[in-house]
């Protein structure tokens, strides 16, 4: 066994041996000859040219402790408490290496530090095994915190489940919802992320992403850039070593993710001067969470003690002394986890009991690291938990629960602000455990991402962003005009409903579009496709939201909301039908309504001639037309002149009533039939006799790969493309006027425009059906796809959607008839109106035979007047006297006083003859009786 022990620990030693341990020349004096020793295990940049200023610090306060336990003379059984350090790389088995060799070679009762959480968890198991208390000053992840997996552990700093908790409630301050955490991959930035998780969680926070810095090969696992700009939050949580924190800053600076559009919070306050002065505009709104010491939010310290402290720093080593102001709070934490070792000693081995040193401060008899083992531990761990005292960074206890501390955990975050020319960290907020986060001062201003003093949204803008953005030509929504001008450049614009739109989204969100125009024989499919490979980050156009296309990308809020139409070729005029008022009516029953009617005149003639005083005393014909006109005046309900006077008559009468009433209803209803069969004019009224099989489906035009054919084929033709295939939109309009189709389902705007516009003799069938949206597609889980839909809402609540709509949509220059409307043509009553005036004719010419005799007199004595001889000196207007016995001759004086109205009077004579002398005395008007004679003549 001996053996054994003795090869495990020649090997151990080899192994360890080959580390490089780094030790610190000093001026500070060495104590290093004491029993009784503290190590100090602190980490520095290994590459480094120049010492980490937390290192440099640390160091120093450490050995200001040491320094000052001795100016107080503080010893252990008459002995001073010296002190080791090493300086570690960051390598976790290299400083178990170098601890080991220090345990070995000097009796050490308590180690202050490691500064990196992934060399603690290495070493407080080591600690735990040796029985040695280690108290850190920087290792921050809380699974150090469990005090069964980590007994000898203790720390002064906050643990990151503390600060994962301000960082919640800075969240909540500022309505941020989500963030992405870039952390390292070790204990500390593990533990980290899961301590903000589980904070998150418990605030219905987001973490959108977390990013992974591998510290082996010192690069980001993944491309940052794409990382950042393509997650829908602009909040980083960097958690990172202050050496690694740099190199991941200085990458998103190259790679444009860290300014205006991206608020950074670190853990580490990397060195802001060390960049190169054209990326301080974009440091300026970075902020750093940081553990701090009381006196910064005026909470106690002991200031005696840090006063103490400092001036032995400035004794030994002054060169290094930054200032009390400036000193890093690391050191503060790292003086008061010595200071807490070198208390728990004095308490442990009080100089006035009687106990040797031995019995105090004793190890095994083993010079071996694992085996040398501190037989005291229980108690002196003891003393850790029950001390309590005021240090430099706050009242200081310990539970024997956690390895945290009972109280003290202070926060603070700086701003990158540029109040001069140079660049530098300001306080602006803090945070305790009694007290949420506030205004560091009453006069702190915080300058955010962009300097500006708005708090910024924690989600993507897409303000600046440059965006791809297909189009495709599709009037009215998308005209594409060329220009060559006189030097022979070509002009290309956009106009129509979309152009228009993309301003207005432009105008709000403040985005660059890149158009990119997609051939016109394009699908719209294609469209879609190209979107979700990241051809385009959005399309617009009209592009109806699909469940098939939801599938492979997201859509926004509509921008257009749509419906399908029918369009089918105007039917041609109708051609006149003079005869259309008689189809109600068969030729054979006009002809027996005739014959009925010539009927009932026969009987009306026979039973009322004799009795009816309207029959008598005319001649059979006039008897017998009468009669024709009464019965076809009762059967066409109009009612004659003269009514039946015999019982007979009256009841052929009734019949004819009863006639009258069917056949006018009949007739009647027929001709509504008939006339609005006429007025539907189209081969079809609408989808239903699409569906109907009406129309052959070979002769229905449909685009291929659209949202039409998705319809068709599922409401149609159930699955089968049995249509006439088309690919765009213009090609609809020419196959229906070259007749190649009948009819074509397409969106319902595109169609009234066309209809309105340009195919005037295209016409619209049906009401609109399956109603739609157009949208803009874009990718799943697209950053900018809540900003996108926001300003769409925006623009439709202030009616510029509508107005669009009405600007592009509205008008137009086809007259265009409304298929709802029931008014009739004149032309379905040409021939109605047409027989009218035939009859009227008629009975014109009836007229003018039955007058004709006295039509032809009239003629006659009006060309004799013409041939009358009036005297030149005086106008005569002949009075004339005409008897049937001798020539009557008259004669007219006329004088100005008084008018004399001759009287003609006409008797049955051979000829008679008026001579007319006139005077111009007074004026004579003739008036003329007239008396029916066989033969007349007048001479005038």
Partial sequence: MASWWSFRHLWLYFTLGQFNVLYVKTDWPSV???????????YNAPNGSDPLVQYVHSLAMFRSAMMLAQRYNITIQGQFIGWQSITTSGDPMRTLGSTCEMTSNSNIVGIVGPSLSRESEIIAPFAAITGIPVI?????????????????????????????????????????TSCVVIYQNDAFGQGFQQAISDVFNNYNLTIAETIMFDIATLNIRGDLK???????????????????????????????????????????????????????ANLIGMFTLEAVVGNVINAPINTTLLNAAYNMWQMYEPESFPG????DYTALFAFDAAWTLVQALVQLCPSSSNNSLSSCISFTNDTFCFNKLFLNTNNLLNTIDSNTFLGVTGPIQFSA????????????????????????????????????????????IIFWPGITLTPPSDSASASGVTFRIAIIESIPFMTVTQTTDSFGNITTTHTGYMPDLINLLQTNMNFTPQLILIPSDSSYNSLVEGVANGLYDMVVADLTVTSARTQLVDFSTSIFDNSMRVIIRQAPDATIDYLAYLKPFSRTLWLTILGTTVYSSILIFLLERQHNEALQDRSHVSAATLSVWYSLATIMAYGPDFNVSTAAGRLLTVGLYILSLILIAAYTANLASDLTIQKSQSSISGIDDIKNGKVAYSRIGIIVDSSIEEYYLQEVSNNKRNFYPLTTIPEIYGKLLD?????????????????GHVYCNLTLVGADFDSTTYGIPHQKNWIYAKELDVTLLTLREQGLLDNLRAKWFGGGDCSQTDDSSTAMTVESMAGLFLTFGAISILSLLLY???????????????????????????????TSIVTATSPIISTSTVTPTSPVIPTLTVTPILSITTTSTATSTSPVIPTSTEEKYPQQTVVE
């Fill in 136 to 176: 850190s000053h920087d290792s921050t992840t809380p699974a150090l915190s469990d005090r069964s997996t980590y007994p000898t552990f203790y720390r002064t700093i906050p643990a990151d489940d503390t600060a994962a908790l301000a960082i919640g409630q800075l969240f909540i301050r500022f309505n941020w």
């Fill in 848 to 878: 003018v035979w039955l007058k004709r005799k006295v039509i032809i007199n009239y003629f006659r004595a009006h060309k004799r007047r013409r041939t009358s001889i009036i005297t030149p000196t005086s106008p005569v207007i002949p």
């Fill in 226 to 280: 794409s990382l950042l700009i393509n997650n829908p939050t602009r909040i980083v949580l960097l958690w990172a070593q202050v050496d690694y924190a740099t190199l991941i800053l200085q990458s998103a600076l190259n790679s444009g993710v860290l300014g205006p559009s991206y608020t950074w919070i670190l853990s580490a306050e990397v060195e802001v001067s060390s960049f190169d002065p054209q990326w301080y």
């Fill in 401 to 444: 629960n956690t390895t945290n501390r009972v109280s003290g955990a202070y926060f603070i975050l700086k701003n990158v602000q540029s109040p001069s020319n140079n660049i530098q960290y300001v306080p602006v907020m803090s945070w305790s455990n009694s007290q949420n986060w506030a205004l560091y001062s009453s006069t702190s």
């Fill in 739 to 755: 007749g190649t189709i009948d009819a074509s389902i397409e969106d319902a705007g595109v169609l009234e425009y066309a209809t």
């Fill in 324 to 327: 009390a102001a400036n000193v």
């Fill in 32 to 42: 290093d000859t004491s029993n009784v020793q503290l190590l100090s295990v602190f």
